[in-house]
Nanobody, 122 residues
Framework: QVQLVESGGGLVQAGGSLRLSCAAS????????MGWFRQAPGKEREFVAG????????YYADSVKGRFTISRDNAKNTVYLQMNSLKSEDTAVYYC???????????????WGQGTQVTVSS
């Protein structure tokens, strides 16, 4: 099994930046895809960004393109989400997830972290 632990959330003013980290442990070799999802109060969880651990190919939701960057450090088994130009609508609990292949579908990710809160004040 793979275990995921997120960190880096917090409170930031609109226009500011945060970097989330997701440290993976366990059977890392069984996964290729790492993704970030988020869930705002009263809303369904949505895809934010994904990356292939092997190829480095990245995918983004339209709402974060140009503002967020996903990256990985395979030596550290860690995936990052750099979030710039944050908006109040980015406020949510952010979850890291691991799966077999990169996808925007929750069902394609078998392992999830506990989530980290990001709050953007306007």
């Amino acid at each position: 099994q793979v275990q995921l632990v997120e960190s880096g959330g917090g409170l930031v003013q609109a226009g500011g930046s945060l970097r989330l980290s997701c440290a993976a442990s366990g059977r890392i070799f069984s996964t290729d895809a790492m993704g970030w999802f988020r869930q705002a109060p009263g809303k369904e969880r949505e895809f934010v960004a994904g990356i292939s651990r092997i190829t480095g190919s990245t995918y983004y939701a339209d709402s974060v393109k140009g503002r967020f960057t996903i990256s990985r450090d395979n030596a550290k088994n860690t995936v990052y989400l750099q979030m710039n130009s944050l908006k109040s609508e980015d406020t949510a609990v952010y979850y890291c997830a691991a799966g077999v292949s990169v996808s925007s579908r929750e069902s394609d990710y078998a392992t999830w972290g506990q989530g980290t809160q990001v709050t953007v004040s306007s």
